[in-house]
C-alpha cells in the first residue's frame, strides 16, 4: 500500500515524536507508546482446582468441578466455556489413545 510505504519511512521519526509528547504529557501518546510496549492481554490465566483426569468417568467429574467454579463465581461462564471445551479436547485424545491400546490387543489376538 501506498500510506503503508510512505509510513515506513517515517517511522522512526513519528515514533521519536510519539515519545516526545508521551513525555511532554499528552496523554493520548502516552496510551500510544504504552500499548506498543505493553499489549493488551486477550485473556488471562484462570486458576480453580479440578480433579485428576485420566480417564472419562474422571472428565465428567472435572466437567462438574468446572461447572461449580462458575456457580460460585470463581471464574466466569466463559471461561468455563473455554475451559470446557479444553477438557474435551483431552477427553477425545484420552478416547482415541484407548482406542490405539484397544486395537493392539486385538491386533495381537491369534486369528481362530
Known sequence: MAAE???????????????????????????LCLERLIP????????FDLPP??????AAKAMGAI??????GEISPSEGTEAARLLEGYVKTLETAE??????????????
Open 53 to 58: 483426569i485420566e480417564t472419562a468417568d474422571d
Open 99 to 112: 482406542f490405539e491400546r484397544r486395537l493392539a490387543a486385538l491386533e495381537r489376538r491369534p486369528i481362530k
Open 40 to 47: 493488551a492481554r486477550r485473556d488471562k490465566p484462570v486458576n
Open 67 to 72: 461447572l461449580a467454579a462458575v456457580a460460585r
Open 5 to 31: 510505504a510512505i509510513l515506513d519511512g517515517e517511522s522512526e521519526e513519528l515514533t521519536r515524536k510519539a515519545i516526545e509528547l508521551a513525555k511532554g504529557g499528552d496523554t493520548t501518546a502516552l496510551r
